[in-house]
């Protein structure tokens, strides 16, 4: 039994729908999935609509950039409530933030005399949380640029003339808004933020777990987290963070949880749910 856990659709910056996405996640044999787009939960609905038919055990989520001591994280928030009205408000801050963020990088696009319009962009992204890849989505569309490396690598990268920082809300307020959302905050990718400092910090602040299986963490990299998760009691979770086709082929389930490290974060949901409805 496995579990894929980092997915995004084009509700945010990934390019399958909910149900494209839940069909891939059947056909490669998993058991359970959760969905964690960007700054959004629009497309949990449809998805655990997609999970069900198919016999999938759906876990909501979402994707927020964070910020802490000035390094960029990223925490993902799971079993968090979809129709929780504070979650919602923020999550609509974010996406303007996001929609201006879009604006700001045409226009440096444009300062460098490629007439990429917002526009275009918007039209591409076709969503209410637009990012980097749908600009770079666009550039290539136009013929500005010949693939996403190239938009990437000369443009939308960090240190590059149109990239523009994100607003981030501040990892303390943001494992808070998981929390107070019923979920559990769980930080994404350790190996590319390469912050382990910060780690006994977020565990103060109530982090429930790492996310120790990741495409782009190597087998070694994976290890060094599973000792952290065990040195501070973390539950462990993993997924491709598919994004739709990267160099012609879907990494959904490319990495697989497996059984057990699900079945613990299953039970610590439960757990939180018993105890939020005694008290
Ligand atoms: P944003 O949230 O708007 O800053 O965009 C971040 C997203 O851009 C990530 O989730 C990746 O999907 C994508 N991304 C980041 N770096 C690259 C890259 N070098 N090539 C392609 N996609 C990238
Ligand atoms: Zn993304
Ligand atoms: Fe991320
Ligand atoms: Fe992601």
Known sequence: MFADLHLHTNFSDGTF??????????????AAMALTDHDTVEGCARMAAACSERGIRFITGTELTAELQGNELHLLG???DIDNPTLLGEMKKFQAVR??????????????NIPLRAETVFKVANCQSPGRPHVGRALVQEGFCTNMDEAFDRFLKKHRPAFVPKMRVSALDAIELIHQSGGLAVMAHP???????LIPRLVDEGLDGIECFHTKHSASTSDHYLKIAARYNLLI??????????????????VKLAGEHLQKLLDAHQRRNDRVNRQ
């Not at 149900?19 to 056909?27: N, S």
């Not at 700001?104 to 300062?111: F, I, S």
């Open 237 to 254: 979770t993993g997924g491709s963070d598919c994004h739709g086709f990267s160099k012609g082929k879907p990494l959904i389930g490319g």
């Open 99 to 112: 929609q201006s963020r879009i604006h700001e990088m045409v226009k440096r696009l444009n300062d460098l």
């Open 17 to 30: 729908t909910p149900e494209e996405l839940a069909e891939r996640g059947a056909k490669a044999g998993l």
């Open 191 to 197: 190996g590319l933020t390469r912050s382990d400092e």
């Open 78 to 80: 799971y079993f968090i």
